[in-house]
């Protein structure tokens, strides 16, 4: 194997994986609080995909601000509706739940847009490379890594330093806890799913910018890969979300180089097998933090 | 300042608590003992809003409180130290702290106390910046007090404050506990360890399979024969007690 | 034997069940127009999945999102077995030689369809049996996934994406409805029967059976193994109803539906399998009507696509708000009798219209 294309499959990885750890932590987030795996996560992606290729004509900055705050609203409301009246509820229930969110949300953006695909670019900028050597770099994929590193400092800060963000790690390493020194459930909740809004409208961007065509499917991926990173890197614990996010596109990136050519089409079975083997032998995830034990 | 009707909490068809009445005076200790299973958790948990009341009414500063979420009794008043600790372990003892404050907007005063509170109890002061899952169990319990106090609470109710510690760290919490009351903070505790509980309180009450059996000040309990031999085995040679309390621990 | 009467106490529940299906089928097919027979047929096959998949989620009580995962195994295997010779030469151009030239009559097909899918849980069921709660949901979610690439993708056997066609079309309205009867009594006799009742004992209390000596990983392993047979008979049937079969169909969107139709009608007892079935078929149906814009009886909705779903999803949301136990409330049809239903309603409308205390989370 030449160095041209370790480099170019390292710096593939480190993008794919940036956008893997991005998907994560937004499963991750609502999972360290409510044990809950939010299937509906793709939709939201779907939402912030769809709403900037329907405003085609206006200016990119606003398109960008307008489809992050539709989609935070929509992961809100989505939270009051459909999951309130199930908290508490048994993992598989929750499970059960989100996927019929999931379901209705895709079934509902056929009902009111049709099922064509809709087609839009994000910005011309982003479709364009520059070159190191005889390695290719998108624009896309520098923005994704710059854009992904500077939400999980955000994140980071926002879980440290504010007074929410610290309620938010106490909910999630022992809610009826936090509930007794006063943590109003309802307000974090909603603050989860907020910030898990926020990074599925980041995801959408990336997605968007990458594909330039829109489906009611085109969060799917984004959820079972996110869910296989969450696996892969500690369920519930945030940094492990990352983690497996890098991981997996490290994994993805290789089994993609090195897999015999008639094996390739098969990696999406090579991935949940590993899942499958990875939740026989550690149920909790390949890490596992303090705050796990005894959660699944 | 609580006063408690005619609890009834059930698991299912079970009842683990049935009919159970009690009241707390403001400034008063009270304990509330029994062996294990007898509903003294429950009856906590019921209180403060983890568990659903299947009837019964609960009253804070005569205010009907049954049924509240715990966040909103947590405002109007009440902390509770559950049982054991749960301190968050992934959190630093100052976040520990600050959380305990969460229901005040009066950010100095909230700082000033969490200073006082770190001078008061060294160990904490020491690794205030540690993760809390690094503290030994009596630590955590000054912790989980140290708190539960943040919310300037008008009762304080504590879930089996000595388990799972040396007696010499008890001794040290009911110190602590001493101290608090004397500053005229309401106390309600529930405890196994029926000797303690019964000598630091005021008034106890008894409970069994769900009903409270027996009531009344230290007093009139340690006299009673069928409770010193029931529930209190050997009393602790310092107690210093044998016949009613006459000074104030 | 004395293990009849309590047996026959019970089989009232098992007549309802069976009276229920026939009823339900007599009168769509009498009722309805020549288009209805399929949809029927579609029901019934709906049915022995959904039988087969509660057999491990509804007496075990780990749910599992993988058993269209086994249907798909059954359903191409009976493709594989059924699809003659000299079409198979001409529609697979990779398949090997020994399996193109084997072949089956229809029933025995099926029948070693459901028994490929139950070796395949066999395997399976070593690590699966230690699993509960969300670790198996997520397991089972993987393997679905699995056998969705591998079948999307392995030409040779099942001609990858492109679907595997040709496949005879035996599965008359009688075929299916005599499986779904079949299938619903052995189900019953397998969960009133002692190795039932060991299963059961897993779903309510794991600790407490272990405390009796029930293998826990035991009785769950022969829970999949049988689900998995006859969710693979049921994937048989399926294949030679559509003549053609492609992965999708075997994917995330009918997993949600027959999950709802399992919750929807409640996931521990049988009637709720067949309840929820049969209610969730008719619904299903009659939105699709609606959305296609052909109209039922009075109402005349302009057609919608999607709608279908929409209305599918929403229902099952409210099951799970409002009565996560299903329609039976988990219980078997029968057991109480009508007065218990009753009473159950009455007291569900009782407890809504009276204060509800904060629910703690």
Not at chain 1, 271 to 293: E, K, S
Not at chain 2, 35 to 54: W, Y
Not at chain 2, 186 to 213: K, M
């Amino acid at each position: 194997m030449n160095g041209t294309l370790i480099m170019q499959s390292v710096v593939d990885a480190i993008s794919l994986g940036s956008l893997y750890a991005l998907f994560a932590l937004g499963i991750a987030l609502i999972f360290g609080i409510l044990q809950l795996i939010n299937f509906a996560h793709s939709e939201l992606v779907m939402v912030g995909a769809f709403a900037l290729v329907l405003m085609n004509d206006v200016p990119l900055w606003l398109r960008i601000l307008s489809m992050i705050c539709i989609v935070v609203v929509t992961a809100v409301v989505m939270e009051r509706i459909a999951f309130r009246p199930v908290r508490g509820a048994n993992p598989a229930t929750l499970l059960i739940t989100s996927f019929a969110v999931s379901y209705l949300l895709q079934n509902l953006a056929i009902l009111i847009l049709g099922p064509e695909p809709r087609s839009g670019s994000v910005s011309t900028f982003l479709d364009e490379s520059f070159q190191v050597g005889d390695i290719v770099i998108l624009h896309l994929d520098v923005v994704t890594v710059v854009v992904t590193i500077a939400l999980l400092v955000g994140l980071a800060l926002f879980l440290t330093r504010t007074a929410i963000g610290v309620q938010m790690r106490a909910a999630a390493e022992d809610f009826r806890t936090a509930r007794l020194v006063g943590v109003r459930a309802n307000r974090v909740i909603a603050t989860a799913f907020a910030i898990s809004g926020l990074l599925a409208a980041i995801a959408a961007l990336l997605l968007t910018a990458q594909a330039g065509v829109v489906t009611n499917t085109i969060g799917v991926n984004v959820v079972l890969l996110a869910f296989v990173a969450t696996i892969l890197g500690g369920m519930g614990s945030l940094g492990g979300a990352v983690l497996g996010g890098f991981l997996l596109g490290v994994v993805s990136v290789t089994l993609q180089a090195s897999l015999p050519l008639e094996l390739r089409s098969y990696r999406d079975a090579f991935l949940f097998a590993a899942v499958f083997l990875v939740l026989v032998i550690r149920p909790d995830g390949l890490i596992v933090t303090r705050a796990q034990r005894g959660r699944v | 300042m609580l006063r408690v009707d005619d609890l009834v909490v059930r698991y299912g068809r079970v009842p683990a608590v049935q009919g159970v009445s009690f009241s707390v005076a403001e400034g008063e200790a009270v304990a509330i003992v029994g062996p294990n299973g007898a509903g003294k958790t429950t009856t906590l948990s019921a209180i403060v809003g983890v568990v659903p009341a299947a009837e019964g009414v609960v009253r804070l500063g005569g205010v009907e409180v049954t049924g509240w979420a715990p966040e909103r009794l947590v405002r109007h008043g009440l902390s509770l130290v559950p049982e054991g600790r749960h301190i968050f372990a992934t959190l630093t003892v100052i976040e520990n702290l600050r959380l305990g404050a969460t229901v005040r907007s009066d950010r100095a005063a909230v700082q000033t106390e969490i200073d006082a509170l770190l001078e008061r109890f060294p160990a904490l002061g020491r690794l205030r910046r540690q993760s809390a899952g690094k503290l030994s169990g009596g630590e955590q319990q000054q912790l989980a007090i140290a708190r539960a106090l943040l919310s300037r609470p008008r009762m304080l109710v504590l879930d089996e404050p000595s388990l799972g510690l040396a007696p010499l760290v008890i001794d040290q919490v009911f110190e602590l506990l001493g101290e608090l009351r004397g500053r005229g903070v309401t106390i309600l505790l529930v405890e196994q360890n029926a000797a303690r509980a019964v000598l630091f309180a005021d008034r106890s009450y008894v409970l069994r399979s769900g009903r409270v059996v027996l009531d009344g000040t230290s007093a009139e309990l340690l006299g009673h024969a069928d409770f010193v031999s029931s529930y209190l085995g050997v009393v602790p040679a310092d107690a210093g007690v044998v016949l009613p309390v006459e000074e104030a621990p | 034997m004395s293990s009849l009467v309590p047996l026959a106490r019970r089989a009232p529940t098992l007549a309802l069940l069976l009276a229920l299906v026939a009823a339900a089928t007599g009168l769509a097919v009498g009722l309805g127009d020549a288009a209805i027979d399929r949809v029927v047929v579609s029901a019934l096959i709906n049915l022995v999945v959904v039988v087969g998949i509660y057999v491990f989620v509804g007496l075990t009580g780990v749910f599992s999102f993988g058993h269209l995962g086994f249907m798909a195994i059954g359903a191409y295997a009976v493709g594989v077995l059924t699809v003659p010779p000299d079409l198979k030469e001409i529609l697979f151009r990779s398949m090997p030689a020994w399996l193109e030239s084997f072949e089956l009559p229809f029933l025995l097909a099926v029948v070693a369809g459901g028994l490929v899918a139950a070796a395949v849980a066999l395997i399976l069921a070593v690590p699966l049996s230690r699993m509960a709660g969300l670790t198996a949901a997520l397991a089972t979610l993987s393997i679905l996934i699995t056998v969705y690439t591998v079948a999307g993708n392995w030409d040779q056997v099942t001609n990858g994406a492109q679907g595997m066609s040709g496949i005879p079309t035996n599965t008359s309205l009688g075929v299916a409805l005599v499986a779904s009867l079949l299938v619903i009594v052995a189900t019953w006799l397998l969960q009133e029967s002692r190795l039932g009742l060991q299963m059961r004992a897993t779903r309510e209390d794991p600790i407490a059976a272990r405390a009796v000596g029930i293998r826990v990983g035991r009785e769950r392993g022969i829970a999949l193994v049988a689900s998995a047979f006859v969710v693979g008979v049921g994937g048989g049937l399926f294949a030679q109803l559509q003549g053609n079969l492609t992965p999708d169909a075997f994917y995330l969107a009918p997993t949600f539906l027959l999950i709802a139709m399992l919750v929807v009608g409640g996931m521990t007892s049988l009637s709720g399998a067949v309840v929820g079935t049969i209610l969730i078929s008719a619904l299903s149906e009659f939105l699709r009507r609606i959305e296609s814009g052909s109209g039922v009886g009075p109402l005349d909705i302009p057609g919608r696509p999607g709608l279908t779903e929409v209305g599918l999803a929403v229902v099952l949301l409210l099951i799970l708000a409002l009565r996560p136990s299903g329609l039976t409330g988990g219980r078997e049809l029968g057991a109480g009798g009508l007065e218990g239903v009753v009473g159950r309603a009455r007291r569900l409308v009782g407890s809504r219209l009276g204060a509800r205390p904060e629910k703690a989370p």
